[in-house]
């Protein structure tokens, strides 16, 4: 009885680093995703919405796109398979990409995403 409740313990605490961990790199990979960002295609500027289409420096003819489906955050290139960004540990759901002017020349991009119940936020200054 007392090893089962070690066991169980150690288990526990294993899947509860691993969500961490997750929810540290799926914000990672969001916001590596937007680093070299040219053209926000959509939301609109000055609007918001549940999916971000870009382009990057180089791939101005194949877009990126990120959304969420079924708790699950996914990137697509060029309407190819979508790809999902995290395993079963967590769960991502209210999913939210604003493009807000700054200046004639910049622009903010604010992601929120809540990740089991947990909200972030990532904002990223982009040059138009």
Do not use: C, W
Not at 30 to 54: H, K, R, T, Y
Not at 88 to 111: D, S
Request: glycine fraction near 8%; aromatic fraction near 8%.
């Amino acid at each position: 009885m007392v090893s089962y409740g070690i066991i169980e313990g150690s288990a526990h605490q294993s899947i509860t680093i691993n969500e961490t961990e997750e929810k540290t790199f799926l914000l990672q990979k969001v916001n590596s995703l937007l680093v070299g960002a040219q053209e926000i295609l959509s939301p609109p500027l000055g609007d918001s919405g549940s999916e971000l289409s870009f382009t990057k420096s180089g791939d101005s003819k194949d877009p990126y796109t990120i959304n969420e489906r079924e708790g699950k955050l996914y990137i697509t290139n060029s309407g190819k398979e979508q790809t999902p960004l995290h395993n079963l540990y967590i769960k991502v759901v209210g999913l939210r990409f604003e493009r807000l002017p700054v200046t004639a020349h910049e622009e903010k991009l604010i992601t929120k995403i809540t990740i089991n119940n947990e909200q972030f936020e990532i904002v990223k200054f982009l040059a138009k």
